[in-house]
């Protein structure tokens, strides 16, 4: 495990995976922005032995790896292509690894760019949460070049519980959409039977207890009805994150042709629910959409 991964983005999700990272021996290197929240976990990241650095371009030289965990492909594309970010100090050999979610099109376009100068791209985005990426149980679906994805393998095994190289460069982001979308669609299937529930006086406990022997369960229905019973929407993933992906999920139904009337109207609800003020709450608090929604 020699490689020396280069961290943008320690976060909610990036501070687990850096922990994780540290705590099996791995050399981490970041860089982090001047404000009272990336402080904060730059603190921490510091605190486990990474390493922060002033730049960009200390990073890229550095470090072998550079790994990104940011909000969107805008992001990435901002710190690959744009003069201000890490894009013009890599040099080839290198390999950039995008966990974030982001849509395959422009992954699939900068791996072109990338690897024109000998760099390697490969998008590895995670199914779970910041508890998964506390306890270093993630799922990381990567696409792209293999050899890189063997190279880095070890490294990806301090974080994750199972790890799959699913094809070449967007099969990673493409397959963490559909993921989303899925798991998306479920939370607001349960968000609208549970505000129906309470609408007409189902007491909720019972509600769960039957669900949760019958063919309605689901993993969704275990991590968000207890929560949602005792009011808890401590933020965990920002409803805005949601929104995100499901508008990526019916732009890449669109450009394939695939029929999404339930991908578009999924995109509707979440649209109403930022609209209406709920985009940095968690996304389970779509139950309060619900129940508010006149």
Same mark, same amino acid.
């Given at each position: ?6 961290? =943008? ?7 687990? =995976? ?11 290197? *970041? ?24 730049? *960009? ?72 949460? $910041?508890?998964? #990426? ?13 050899? #890189? ?6 490294? *990806? ?5 199972? %790890? &799959? ?19 998306? #669609? ?12 309470? $609408?007409?006086?189902? !007491?909720?406990?019972?509600? &769960? ?27 965990? &993933? ?5 929104? $995100? ?21 999924? %995109?509707? =609800? ?7 003020? &709920?985009?940095?709450? !968690? ?12």
């Amino acid at each position: 495990m020699h490689q020396k991964p280069g961290f =943008i983005g320690v976060g909610i999700m990036g501070s687990g =995976i850096v922990k994780n990272m540290r705590q099996a021996g791995v050399p981490v290197f *970041f860089t982090a922005r001047e404000n009272e929240r990336a402080r904060a976990y730059a603190a921490t990241a510091s605190g486990q032995g990474a390493v922060e650095v002033a730049d *960009f371009a200390a990073l890229a030289e550095a470090c072998e790896v550079i790994m990104l965990c940011v909000p969107d492909s805008n992001v990435v594309e901002s710190l690959l292509r744009d003069a201000t970010g890490i894009g013009p100090h890599l040099r080839s050999g290198q390999i950039v690894v995008d966990f974030s979610t982001s849509y395959p099109a422009s992954t699939q376009s900068l791996s072109k760019e990338l690897g024109e100068r000998g760099i390697t791209l490969l998008d590895a985005p995670l199914t779970g949460s $910041k508890v998964q #990426a506390e306890t270093g149980e993630l799922n990381v679906i990567c696409g792209g070049d293999k050899a #890189a994805f063997e190279r880095l393998t070890p490294i *990806f095994e301090t974080i994750s519980a199972n %790890l &799959f190289h699913v094809g070449p460069s967007g099969s990673g982001h493409a397959i963490k959409l559909i993921n989303n979308y899925l798991g998306q #669609a479920i939370l607001a299937s349960i968000c609208e039977s549970v505000s129906f529930a309470g $609408k007409f006086g189902l !007491d909720l406990q019972s509600v &769960f207890d039957a669900v949760s022997v019958s063919g309605g369960n689901s993993p969704f229905f275990q991590a968000f009805v207890p929560r949602m019973i005792n009011r808890d929407f401590t933020v965990n &993933f920002q409803q805005k994150f949601a929104r $995100k992906d499901i508008r990526y999920v019916n732009n890449l139904f669109r450009e394939s042709g695939a029929p999404a009337p339930l991908a578009a109207a999924l %995109l509707s =609800i979440h649209d109403m629910a930022t609209g209406r003020g &709920f985009g940095e709450e !968690d996304v389970g608090a779509l139950l309060k959409f619900y129940e508010e929604f006149q």
